[in-house]
């Protein structure tokens, strides 16, 4: 991984947040993520795809989380894809490593909403469900590039070849998510 690229991805999105009005008060502290933090919780991935590295008050009740994901195989053929689609959180993904098709939006069905009790739900994504989806836009994606995904729209992969990894820049403007929240491995 591209450590110096991750820390720079990390303070483009705030910047946007902070450039597009994303918050009316501005914080009197900056939250520092360093390359060793994002690596420990990359380590510490294990057989889960998704972790979320920290969550962080940015003020006027708005919290930003930073997480790592990996995605393994995935070999979906014909136009349906299982998607995911947080209904507060919006995303912003940075590709570390590897490549795969990311749908986005189109026709869902087969809607199914994730228990508010489940960890991913307290600590992850906030309110979200899983979606089958049709007819949704398709983008190649890879190592450099970034996307950001709506609260509200479903997006899931297809054809990732080996594996994909990326950080996820979440953005919670109802605080839906842990704020204070460090990864286990980072507590000392």
């Known amino acids: 991984m591209k450590t110096k690229s991750l820390i720079h991805m990390v303070t483009a999105a705030l ?6 009005g994303s918050f009316a008060q ?6 520092h993520i360093p ?9 510490n991935l294990g057989d889960t ?12 009740d708005i ?16 136009e349906e894809v299982t998607s995911i689609i947080h209904h507060q959180i919006t995303e912003v993904y940075y590709i570390l490593s590897g490549s795969g098709i ?3 939006g189109g026709e869902a069905t087969d809607a199914v909403e994730f228990p508010a009790d489940l960890t991913a739900v307290r600590v992850l994504i906030g309110p979200s469900g899983r979606r089958m989806v049709t007819n949704g836009q398709t983008q190649t994606v890879s190592a450099g590039d970034v996307v950001v995904i709506p609260a509200g729209v479903p997006h899931g992969f297809r ?3 080996e594996q994909i990894t990326y950080l996820s820049i979440r953005v919670d403007p ?8 460090v990864h286990p491995s980072l507590e000392q």
């Open 159 to 161: 054809h990732i070849q």
């Open 63 to 78: 919290n930003v989380a930073v997480g790592v994901l990996r995605r393994g195989v995935t070999r979906t053929e014909g």
């Open 102 to 104: 990311l749908v986005t």
């Open 15 to 20: 910047f946007f947040m902070l450039a597009t």
């Open 26 to 31: 501005a914080p009197t502290n900056a939250t």
């Open 174 to 181: 109802d605080q839906v998510l842990p704020t204070g929240y």
């Open 49 to 60: 795809i998704d972790q979320q590295i920290r969550v962080v008050h940015i003020g006027d």
């Open 35 to 43: 390359s060793g933090e994002i690596m420990t919780v990359y380590e």
